[in-house]
């Protein structure tokens, strides 16, 4: 196995044992993301373009100028995040990104989203292990406040998810979903 096999695994939805023997390279990340995490959220800064350059260190991708996070943050992987331009995201949040974490231009980002893209296995056997599967937040979409986002899940074009709301299955393009599990509520028109 190489390095980067282990994090195509992970990101491929492949279950990843802690005893896994790559385990260390997740881990190496992980330590990255703790430790630049905690300089975001600890910045007293008067350039807003310093909170942007140390997400752009969390992501290894430089984000647009016109991206705009409010700390804090809280990620624990970082380096599978995709940030599109227009992009906002509230104080708060929470991206557990191993699947892979995808937002499109002009995504709005609620306090306390939290997009997880990590859980467990069902079988007891395996519950210590992790799977991964990506989320895909289109373009325009509107996450509502302390909603909660779980693996696989892609949200449509111009979308939105209420407040509270947890989104388990896709949501499609200009509908407005909320509740637990998130339901459809009403489409919307332009």
């Known amino acids: 196995m190489t390095n980067n096999d282990i994090l195509t695994r992970d990101k491929n939805g492949e279950v990843i044992p802690l005893d896994d023997p790559d385990y260390p390279v997740l881990l190496k990340i992980i330590h990255k993301a703790i430790l630049t995490t905690s300089k975001l959220n600890n910045l007293v800064i008067d350039d807003l373009s310093e909170i942007n350059r140390i997400f752009s260190e969390l992501i290894g991708l430089q984000v647009d100028e016109t991206f705009f996070i409010i700390p804090p943050f809280y990620s624990d992987f970082g380096e599978n995040i995709n940030i599109g331009k227009n992009v906002f995201v509230n104080h708060g949040c929470t991206f557990m990104d191993r699947g892979g974490i995808i937002l499109e231009d002009n995504v709005l980002i ?3 989203v939290n997009l997880i893209t990590t859980n467990h296995p069902l079988n007891p056997a395996e519950r210590r292990a992790t799977v991964s599967y990506p989320i895909v937040i289109k373009k325009g979409a509107w996450v509502g406040a302390a909603a909660t986002v779980l693996p696989g899940v892609t949200v449509g074009e111009n979308a939105v998810i209420a407040a509270g709301a ?24 332009s």
């Open 166 to 189: 947890v989104v388990t299955k896709d949501v499609p393009d200009n509908t407005v979903v909320g509740g637990i599990p998130a339901q459809i509520i009403k489409s919307i028109r």
């Open 110 to 112: 609620g306090p306390k």
